[in-house]
Structures are given as C-alpha cells and as structure tokens.
C-alpha cells in the first residue's frame, strides 16, 4: 500500500499576499524494482566467489566437528558451557567473550577505514546466501535476459516448473541454514535426530523454522533491502571513511564525457572520456546503483563492478580501472596516506584489545573456587574445646578432563579442615561442598579473622585456585 502526505507549498511571495493554500501530494513511497542482476567474471568475482563458498562451508561444517569429543563450537545454553574450538569457557569467562565480540567490532572498524566496506562485499552472511541464492537462480532459471524474459512471460508450464524447481531449492538451502544455526547451540547430531524422527521440543522447531523463514526472506527477496532499509552498519559506516579510504570508484575525470562510440573510433576526436555509456556496471550491480554517481551508501564494495568494467576496457583496448579501488585523494591527484590518525587510533585499539585478550586467556585458571559462610551460625565450640566455622564451598573443574584435587586452608595458625579435602571432579563438574574449619581459640586475638582456602590439582601445580573468607570467633 502506497503512503502518501499531503504536503502544503509555501511561496512566501504569493501566498502571503494572496492568502491562498496552496498544497499538493508528495509522493514519499517507492516501490521496489526488481534487480535482475547480470553475471561477471573476473578478478573480484573469482575472489568472492572462493570467500563465499569457503565461509559457506565452514558454517555448515563446524558444528559436526567434534574435537576429543568435544563440539567444536556449541554454545550449551542449559548446561551454561561455552566450546570454541577446544576449549570449553563457563559464565565466569563471559568477559572473554564479550571481548572477543569488542575485537571484532574494533577490527570491522580498522578495516572500513582502510578498504571501506569490504566486509560488506565478501564477508557479510547477507552477501554470501544471497550470493548462493542468485548463483542458483542463474543455474535454474539461466542468465539476466532470460530471467527477465521468463518473469514477463505468461504463466507456462516451463515457468511454473522453473520457480518451482528454484524456490524448493531455496528452502532446502534455507532449512539447512537454519538446522546448523540452532545446531550451534544445541548438539546438531540429536537435533537431526530428533527433528526428522518428530521427537524434538517445540523450541527446537520453531527456531529452526525461523532461521529457514528469515533466510528464505532476505536472502531470496528482500536481498538487497536488507543493505539498504534494515543494516545499521550501512547508516553508519560511512563516518569511519575519510578522503583516503581505499572504495570502489569510478575515474570522472578519465570516463567523462561519457558516450558510445565504435570501437575503431578515435575517442580523442569524438571529444569523449573512456567511459562507452555500455552500463554494465550497472547491469552487475547487486544493489543496481550507477558507481558513475559517485560514492553512495548503498554501494556494498564487492567490486563487480570492476571485473565488468576491466571487461569492456580491454574489449575497447584502453587501460583497465576505469572503475577502480581507489581514493578520493588519488582521484584528485593528490598523495594518499594508508597511516593516519583515525587507522593509529582503531588500529592501537585493536592491538590493546587483543594484547589484553591474549593476556587474560594466558593468565585463565580454569579452576573456579568461592566460599560461602553459613548464615545459620556464626561459629559453635566443639567437644574438644575447639572453635568451628561451616562453610559451603563452589568448585568447579573448567578444565577438559577430570581433575582430583586437594583443598587446604591457612592464615591463622591452628585452622584445620575437619571435612573431606581431597575430591574428584570430572571435565566442567560443579561441586559444593560442606566444610567445617576448627580453630584453637587460643591462636586467635580477634573475633573477626581472615582465612584463605586453596584448591590444588593434585598432579599439577599450576592448578591451583584461593579465596578469602572470614573466621568469627568470640567477642575478646
Ligand atoms: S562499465 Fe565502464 S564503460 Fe561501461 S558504463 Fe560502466 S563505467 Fe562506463
Ligand atoms: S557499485 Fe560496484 S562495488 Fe558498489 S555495490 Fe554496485 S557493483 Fe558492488
């Protein structure tokens, strides 16, 4: 349904004097035109193509991979256990992962400023099933013109048989993007299982459902308005490109003016630029904006316009990169700089990011150990005229295999453990575990008194955690 405001013209030179209302209706809605977007080869196209299918198939390999047993990559959600690739990370690592998360969006940063939004054209999971999507389109329905044809022609058997056979495709592609994402998140081999054999829970179908629908949406029909209306990186990307970031642009000064001409025509003659007005660039666009207009958000940076452009130059014998990665300074004739304050700042952000990831990962003890007093008592005398505080203590083994550890308090002279202290626990088991601490109340002065309990695995040294808690005594 079109949207439509009226809006009141104002001509202060007439209507003030006439008092006249002037109004007439803007029209504020486009609907969307179709792209039917034309197939390339060359440099950039072989590089996509390679980084697209590559990311295409590591997402939907790496959650069948297991590593000793262990997932690859699952985030466990009920089990609250984290694996990436060997290790497994627990809620108390969640600052890691929150870093990492920082690394990456401070890495996005660097490079936009570098080469604009490469990320966008070969990397973005919008781009690379989109790109799946359109390659099967192309395989099932053939190429732009015959598309083209087929959509304007009536109702056919050919045609029917044709969508039919690309949008079951599509949803077979969609589905089994949606099976390995929430396999990411619960074990993907049940999940089949369960899924086909209809023994799954009602989450797992909707979810998968979801991803299927979402996929099947924006890869196969919003595609590019997902750039364009529903990406904010797209909204604001462009504050990180200054005059030398490097982005696909067109030559003005080399292509314009602008004209068709034989090839064997002299274009110095004619009076015109390189550029033969063929509109390929266009034709290849996957966002269908003219790079001749300059640097525009919706441009994606995926550089097809390039390798079809490079096309028509060598057919024309002139030199390549009329369209070209570039900046706004070389075009000017002017000296590009790759280091400036803008890539020293994300770029230094980007190093104390990692370093202090690095630094932390390095330094992790995957070993956690808290200590909760018992509120029900603030201390009680034994038979032996000795004080006893109880306590409950939280461990739990982060590391990858069972652990037998020995547990130990210190810092007041006569504390001694009286429940169990050496225990095993298994890879990423929790334990809490009652202890009771008597101390000689002659060795303390104080009512209030500091006590560190240790952990230690018993074949490692390394292994070892500590926590500090009080010991209450009677008044002094
Ligand atoms: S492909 Fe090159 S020559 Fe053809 S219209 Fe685009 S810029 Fe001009
Ligand atoms: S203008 Fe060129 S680089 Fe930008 S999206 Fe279109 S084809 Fe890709």
Redo the contacts with the bound molecule.
């Keep these: 349904m079109s949207s439509q405001i009226p809006v009141k013209q104002i001509d202060p030179a007439t209507d003030a004097s006439s008092n006249k209302k002037n109004s007439e209706t803007v029209e504020l809605y486009a609907s969307r035109k179709k792209i039917y977007v034309k197939s390339v080869q060359g440099l950039f196209q072989r590089i996509r193509f390679f980084s697209l299918w590559a990311l295409m198939g590591m997402y939907f390999l790496f959650c069948w991979i297991q590593v000793g047993g262990e997932p690859l990559i699952l985030f466990d959600l009920p089990a609250r256990e984290f694996h990436l690739f060997g290790t497994t990370f627990y809620p108390k690592d969640f600052i890691l992962l929150s870093g990492m998360l920082i690394i990456a969006a401070f890495g996005l940063f660097f490079i936009t400023t570098l080469f604009g939004r490469v990320w966008?054209?070969y990397t973005c999971p919008q781009t690379v099933w989109t790109f799946i999507f359109m390659w099967v389109e192309e395989k099932v329905e053939g190429t732009r013109n015959k598309r083209m044809k087929l959509d304007k022609s009536p109702n056919s058997r050919e045609k029917v048989v044709k969508k039919s056979i690309k949008h079951a495709i599509w949803l077979g592609i969609a589905f089994a993007t949606g099976l390995t994402f929430v396999g990411y998140f619960y074990p993907v081999r049940e999940l089949a299982i369960d899924l086909f054999t209809l023994q799954a829970n009602g989450w797992a179908y909707f979810w998968v459902g979801f991803f299927t629908v979402a996929t099947y949406s924006n890869a196969g029909w919003l595609r590019e308005q997902v750039c364009l209306y529903m990406c904010p990186y797209a909204r604001f990307q462009s504050v990180m490109f200054d005059e030398d970031t490097r982005?696909?642009s067109y030559d003005f000064n080399r292509g314009e003016p602008r004209g068709g001409r034989k090839k064997s025509a002299s274009k110095e003659e004619l009076g015109l630029g390189d550029c033969i007005d063929c509109g390929q660039?266009?034709q290849?666009?996957?966002?269908?904006?003219?790079?001749r207009d300059g640097l525009?958000y919706?441009?994606?940076?995926?550089?097809?316009?390039?390798d079809?452009c490079d096309e028509i130059m060598d057919k024309m014998n002139y030199p390549r990169g009329l369209?070209r990665y570039t900046t706004e300074h070389a075009l000017e004739g002017k000296p590009s700089k790759l280091l400036r304050p803008r890539t020293f700042g994300y770029g230094a952000a980007l190093m104390l990011m990692i370093g202090a990831l690095v630094f932390t990962l390095v330094s992790r003890v995957p070993i956690e150990l808290e200590a909760l007093r018992d509120r029900g008592a603030l201390f009680q005398m034994n038979g032996r005229g000795m004080i006893e505080n109880s306590y409950t203590l939280k461990i739990q083994n982060m590391t990858e295999v069972p652990q037998t550890y020995n547990l130990s308090v210190s810092g007041l002279e006569s504390a001694r453990i009286l429940s169990d202290t050496r225990f095993q626990l298994g890879s990423g088991e929790n334990l809490s575990l009652p202890t009771v601490v008597e101390v000689n109340p002659e060795s303390i002065t104080d009512s209030n008194n500091d006590i560190i309990f240790t952990i230690m695995a018993e074949d490692n040294g390394d292994l070892r955690a500590e926590t500090e808690s009080r010991f209450i005594g009677p008044r002094r």
């Design positions: 966008c054209g982005v696909v660039c266009v290849v666009c996957p966002t269908g904006i003219d790079i525009q919706e441009c994606i940076n995926c550089a097809l316009c390039i079809a369209i």
